[in-house]
Nanobody
């Protein structure tokens, strides 16, 4: 069983919106500071947004004001609302949790923004 499963990616025009989901099983997203990463072709994986156990959030400068990270405790699911999408947001988006010294990654969901 894959502990983290992303969904919600797709093809969207510039200026559009998408909401990504990361459903967790066996790992609590209420702690462990779950994080969204992305990796564009030919680039290194980078942090997009993180939400701490206390509910604080932080974002990459490139997405501040456009993306919002949130979570639903009852569903043990994390979200990334992405608005005003740009072609440079095109990437595979991954959710990540580190627990007890082990890194957990989802398989990713592709987001493609056309100009």
């Amino acid at each position: 069983q894959v502990p983290l499963v992303e969904s919600g990616g797709g093809l969207v025009q510039a200026g559009g919106s998408l909401r990504l989901s990361c459903a967790a099983s066996g790992i609590s997203l209420s702690i462990n500071d779950p994080t969204w990463y992305r990796q564009a072709p030919g680039k290194q994986r980078e942090v997009v947004a993180v939400i701490t156990s206390g509910g604080s959030t932080d974002y990459a400068d490139s997405v501040k004001g456009r993306f919002t990270i949130s979570r639903d405790f009852a569903k043990n699911t994390m979200y990334l609302q992405m608005n005003s999408l740009k072609p440079e947001d095109t990437a595979v988006y991954y959710c990540y949790v580190r627990r007890s010294g082990v890194n957990y990654w989802g398989l990713g969901t592709q987001v493609t923004v056309s100009s």
